[in-house]
């Protein structure tokens, strides 16, 4: 449990800095191209492989953290026993669909990794860097799929943080 | 029944709490599975979402307003609009919608500028004796003005999602706009003549104006160098949402210094957040999209639409009940994801531009933003202003008049929206 | 039906290669007697152009319309059609896409080896560019210019000629002509006339420097698992489709240039005195390509420069 809370935070910790690391390297881009005309071949790249890491693998701090958008209408009129056992069964719909999205995500980096495929693009890198993201995130959400489903059975329900779109 | 079995289903997954994005998600897996399609399109679906360049801007331009609002800027904006405006009939009220107007014009969501704005404005105008349900009303729907105006986050998904130009919606999206705010300027004025008392606010001194233009001044310098930028094709809207974040944190931690490293790491966390569960529901609905496509459902309602209705008053009609009583329970991101595959194809088919039909969407977004049982600006407002759902909802009604009205002013007049991009 | 076969397409079902799949669509399910239903998912619904090759190699979807250079991640070679002026004629082309040439040959072998297999081929015309006050004669008119390209040796073909490539998505290329985001476009003349690009760009220089083609590709596993009728009926049809848009191409590209000069462009034919310029600059593009794809290149850049 606590291993989990730790990966947790260090991977909120790793996406929040992905992803404004990627607002420095297109104002990097903007200012190269407008300014020196000389726009870079990496940043736009790079960028995106910064949101391509982050989402997935904060996907198990958002679950823990309750982060995610969801419907709380009915389950917050319900009583305390049946909104555990909604939220035990949300956690299962979770670890379900995670488990399928490990299996196949897995499968499409495992070929291109096999098969040394690039990505064809300016950088042409190999293109099982951004693929790993999906199974390495999915991984990760089943990690907080199971504590998450600990904590719902023994009733240990966090409050709602909910989330500004 | 195909299509009432899937909607049930979609029900019962989102009643029972499952989260938006894994409840798309989860419904098209199952659908792939039952057709006997490959799930391998679930990963698929994931991985293409997180590689949309466009997609990029949506954690960029939460950064930048989310350092903008640890600054305080959203406290020195509705200063400074109030200093000029205040003394007005209707004073107040007028300056929180151009207060609202301003800061849509740099944050991309509805309920970031509903809750910015709300977190100042309510108190001064109920202390100032304005009608509390008017107040509400006027808070939740002059906060949609964030999604219409640009940058717009939803904007930048219909974008996504129909591989059009998000400059041009994002043109497109400024006279509906300025529309909207002159509609509820307009109302404000006269219910605050004739249908409520307050106690009017005292001119401002000069030199306080000016103290006060010149703190909220950087903000708005900024809302002008992103939308011109924009617009005149120095950068992307991806781009455009890069620099916004450099300038916004130069703003508050150099000029106004008031970012500390705790508030940076704040807005961080804040906006990688709200960019995960916002990516991972268009990947949900992506997959759910795959499915339903698949399945022949958006091609067989274009079909029925063309065959009943037959006229494009007709369809515009039809299309903005449906969205109306959707829009009543459902989240606006799902929503455009949803039925924008489905309703699109009907609507080019009447030769609607696909410009317009973005913008048309995202005003009926907004509706759906302040109607009851689930609308999320009616709840940042209940919950800055510590009132009932029921009392907000009741005071959005008249600002959900003018919002169809903009709606019939948007058909009538398609120019509304679309002269900025292209005929300007 | 007994079996169905689904596409991709990232292009709308009005563009030339919807057209075309219709036709293949129209015949097949003609010929087998609805025993084999076609269904098109055109617009991208379905895959974009890019995610085409893993989609119909992995099996996720039976098939898929790509442009062939969205295989260069798993066969480098496809990119002999980017290759600067090598291909500057129509009968060059004719000569490098037929079935079984030394040019075509090993890199439908090779896109056999991703799990996917060549139904046929979409001809889609040559790449030109567009400018604003005067035609990109010579590599002297692109010094210093910001550069729209789609895909990688496009981009390093701008480097050599001293250009700043960006890449531009064809939905936002209009308004990044429009507002000045890049000095000169490349594309294909066809997509001048869908895009009316002409509204904010007013001269093609008609360079041909490089072949576009898009491929049809099916998933190899579930092809093998055709009964030989359907194949039979599938593959007749579907070279009669390569044969159809292939004759048809120049007659499109006649339309499009037709109707950009009716709408105000001039367009401009490189002498051959600038085109010898062009090709100066293009050596290290060829360099590149050598390298990456070694003999096999070689040779078939060797017989490519004979036709
Ligand atoms: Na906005
Ligand atoms: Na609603």
Redesign the interface.
């Known amino acids: 449990m606590r291993l989990v809370t730790a990966i947790e935070t260090a991977t909120a910790w790793l996406a929040a800095s992905l992803l404004t690391l990627s607002g420095g390297m297109l104002t990097y881009e903007v200012v190269a191209?407008y300014f020196f005309?000389?726009?870079t071949?990496w940043a736009?790249e790079l960028s995106q492989l910064c949101l391509i890491w982050a989402c997935p693998v904060a996907m198990g701090w958002a679950l823990t953290h309750r982060r995610h958008i969801r419907v709380t209408a009915v389950t917050a009129q319900l009583s305390p026993r049946l909104r555990q056992w909604a939220e035990v069964l949300s956690i299962l719909v979770i670890l379900v669909f995670s488990l399928v999205v490990l299996a196949y995500g897995f499968?499409?980096f495992f070929?291109?990794f096999e098969?040394q495929?690039?990505?064809?693009?300016?950088l042409?890198m190999p293109?099982w860097i951004p693929e790993a993201s999906v199974p390495a995130g999915f991984a990760l959400l089943i990690l907080s799929c199971l504590t998450n489903l600990w904590r719902a059975l023994s009733g240990t329900l966090p409050d709602e943080e909910g989330v500004m779109e | 029944m195909t299509v009432i079995v899937i909607l049930v289903a979609l029900f019962a997954l989102l009643l029972v709490g499952v989260p938006v994005a894994y409840a798309l998600g989860m419904l098209g897996l199952s659908m792939l599975y039952l057709g006997g399609?490959?799930p391998?399109?679930a990963p698929?679906a994931i991985l293409?979402t997180m590689d949309g360049?466009i997609l990029l801007a949506v954690p960029l331009f939460l950064l930048m307003s989310n350092i903008l609002l640890k600054g305080g800027v959203g406290r020195d904006l509705f200063a400074a609009v109030q200093a000029w405006v205040g003394h007005w009939p209707g004073g107040l009220a007028v300056a929180t919608i151009i207060s609202c107007g301003i800061f849509a014009a740099i944050s991309g969501s509805s309920v970031a500028t509903a809750a910015t704005i709300g977190t100042v404005a309510a108190p001064e105008m109920i202390s100032r004796g304005y009608n509390r349900r008017f107040v509400y009303g006027l808070l939740a729907a002059g906060g949609t003005l964030g999604i219409l105006i640009p940058p717009s986050i939803p904007l930048i998904i219909y974008?996504f999602v129909t591989?059009?130009?998000?400059?041009?919606l994002f043109m497109a999206g400024i006279g509906p706009g300025l529309a909207l705010i002159a509609l509820f300027i307009l109302y404000s004025i006269l219910s605050a003549r004739f249908l409520q008392s307050y106690t009017p606010v005292e001119p401002v001194s000069w030199p306080e104006r000016w103290r006060a233009t010149l703190r909220a001044a950087p903000s708005v310098v900024l809302a002008a160098v992103i939308l011109g930028g924009i617009?005149?094709?120095?950068?992307?809207p991806t781009e455009a949402a890069a620099i916004g974040f450099s300038v916004a944190l130069f703003i508050t931690g150099v000029i106004l210094r008031s970012l500390t490293w705790a508030k940076l790491w704040g807005a961080m966390v804040d906006s990688m957040s709200t960019t995960v569960s916002i990516l991972l529901i268009i990947a949900g609905a992506k997959i759910f999209g795959?499915a339903i496509?698949?399945y022949?459902i958006p091609q067989d309602i274009s079909a029925f639409l063309s065959d009943w209705v037959a006229t494009p008053l007709g369809l515009i009609v039809v299309v903005s009940v449906v969205l109306l009583l959707m829009g009543l329970v459902f989240e606006a991101l799902s929503m455009v994801l949803i039925m924008t595959?489905v309703l699109l194809p009907a609507a080019l088919a009447m030769h609607f531009d696909p410009i317009w039909f973005g913008i048309y969407m995202v005003i009926l977004v907004e509706c759906a933003l302040i109607t009851p049982p689930v609308g999320l600006n009616l709840y940042v407002i209940q919950s800055v202003t510590k009132s009932s759902l029921g009392e907000v909802s009741r005071g959005t009604l008249p600002f959900l008049v003018l919002m169809l009205l903009t709606v019939a002013l948007l058909y009538l007049w398609p120019d509304l929206a679309l002269y900025i991009?292209f005929k300007l | 039906a007994e079996t169905t076969m689904?596409i991709s397409l990232q292009l709308p079902m009005k563009s030339h290669l919807g057209q075309n799949l219709k036709m293949f669509k129209d015949e097949v399910e003609a010929t087998s007697n609805g025993d084999i239903a076609v269904?098109i998912?055109d617009?991208?619904?379905?895959?974009?152009d890019k995610?085409v090759p893993?989609?119909v190699?992995?099996?996720?979807?039976e098939a898929g319309v790509a442009s062939l250079?969205?295989?260069?991640?798993?066969v480098p070679m496809v990119d002999i059609f980017y290759q600067p002026f090598l291909f500057d004629s129509e009968e060059k082309v004719r000569k490098a896409v037929a079935p079984g040439s030394p040019v075509r040959g090993p890199i439908d072998e090779a896109i056999q080896g991703?799990g996917s297999t060549v139904l046929w081929w979409q001809a889609y015309g040559g790449a030109i560019m567009l400018s604003n006050g005067g035609p990109i004669s010579s590599p002297e008119a692109m010094q210093?210019k910001?550069v729209r390209v789609f895909?990688?040796t496009l981009?390093d073909f701008t480097t050599a000629a001293g250009g700043?490539?960006?890449?531009i998505?064809?939905?936002?290329q209009?308004?990044?002509y429009?507002?000045?985001?890049v000095d000169i476009g490349m594309t294909g003349v066809s997509g001048v006339q869908s895009r009316s690009l002409w509204e904010v760009m007013d001269t093609i220089t008609v360079t041909n420097h490089a072949d576009i083609e898009f491929i049809v590709v099916v998933n190899t596993d579930w092809w093998n698992a055709l009964p030989q009728a359907h194949k039979d009926i599938i593959a007749a049809a579907a070279r009669n489709a390569e044969n159809s848009v292939r004759d048809e191409m120049s007659a499109i590209e006649g339309r499009a240039y037709a109707a950009a000069k009716e709408n105000g462009m001039t367009i401009y034919t490189p002498t051959a005195d600038e085109l010898a310029q062009w090709q100066a600059v293009s050596q290290p593009v060829y360099d590149a390509f050598l390298e990456k794809t070694g003999d096999a290149g070689k040779a078939m850049l060797e017989a490519a420069r004979g036709f």
Do not use: C, H, W
């Open positions: 191209r005309n000389a726009p071949i736009a499968e499409i070929d291109s098969r495929r690039t990505t064809g693009t300016m042409d293109s | 399609f490959s391998l399109m698929q293409s360049f974008g591989e059009e130009s998000v400059i041009a617009y005149s094709g120095a950068f992307t795959k496509t698949l022949r595959p991009p | 689904r269904e998912y617009s991208a619904q379905l895959y974009k995610e893993q989609a190699g992995s099996g996720a979807i250079t969205r295989f260069v991640g798993d991703t210093g910001k895909g990688k981009g700043a490539p960006t890449i998505s064809g939905s936002e209009y308004l990044a429009q507002r000045g985001t």
